[in-house]
């Protein structure tokens, strides 16, 4: 049985607009598949997508046996579902089947592989400062007004999120990148998580917590813990760590 936990907390915003989805037997297949959703103005977008996206993604690969093409075209109908909202999220998905684990993000969600020596990225972080998002964002005519793309008096951060149907014009777009990923011998957690986690804490210094605390519960745990009280971080958290062998 996969040895997995998640943390999902407020933090001190107002609202919570995290959401989330883990499923260590997705299919009833003993595959795994686990999503975090970050929210931004309301929780709607990112709900609908816990809800709805884990179940779009297994039609959609039982019927092309693509992970990434499952994952690109969930992601975009996703985003389509939602246009009629004010509202978008970040996400981040994973799925494991055997010996590899295929990722999907759109926005500055992320998913890292800890190693016994090191530590791999597995997404793409679609933000300003990621040089060909910067670039693909100014050909569409967006203003920037760092972090933020602009768009009359509203910005955003991500340069890609599901949903965020006023920000369509100035090259917001759902379409996530995807990776696949080959399981090592000397892999010990795949972590997954929304930026409330990696703009408090390197993924390096995440490593080095994982080599100490190797249980996904006890890592989370210390995650909360140096993330809210010892930085004093104060954004919504979610995070999901499940253990590789």
């Given amino acids: 049985m996969t040895e997995a936990a998640h943390i999902s907390e407020q933090g001190t915003r107002a609202e919570m607009e995290d959401a989330h989805f883990l499923d260590l037997n997705f299919g009833n297949q003993s595959w795994v598949y686990g999503g975090v959703y970050d929210g931004h103005r309301g929780s709607i977008t990112a709900n609908y997508a816990a809800e709805h996206l884990p179940l779009l993604f297994l039609e959609k690969y039982l019927s092309s046996k693509s992970p990434s093409k499952a994952f690109i075209e969930s992601y975009e109908e996703i985003s389509d579902a939602v246009r009629k909202y004010d509202s978008g999220s970040t996400a981040v998905d994973f799925f494991i089947k055997e010996d590899k684990v295929y990722t999907a993000n759109a926005g500055d969600a992320r998913a890292i592989v800890v190693y016994q020596d090191t ?117 919504n958290m979610t995070v999901i760590a499940v253990k590789l062998h």
């Fill in 119 to 235: 530590v791999h990225q597995l997404t793409t972080d679609h933000r300003l400062g990621n040089l060909e998002e910067e670039q693909r964002i100014i050909k569409m005519g967006a203003e920037i007004r760092r972090p933020y793309v602009m768009r009359g008096l509203s910005g955003l951060m991500p340069t890609r999120s599901i949903g965020d149907e006023y920000f369509k014009p100035v090259g917001i777009i759902a379409t996530p990148s995807v990776n696949e990923y080959e399981i090592q011998k000397d892999d010990i957690l795949l972590i997954a998580a929304c930026d409330g986690l990696f703009d408090f804490i390197s993924n390096e210094e995440i490593a080095v917590l994982t080599r100490r605390y190797r249980q996904p519960e006890a890592l989370l745990a210390i995650l909360k813990e140096e993330v809210f009280i010892i930085r004093c971080g104060t954004d």
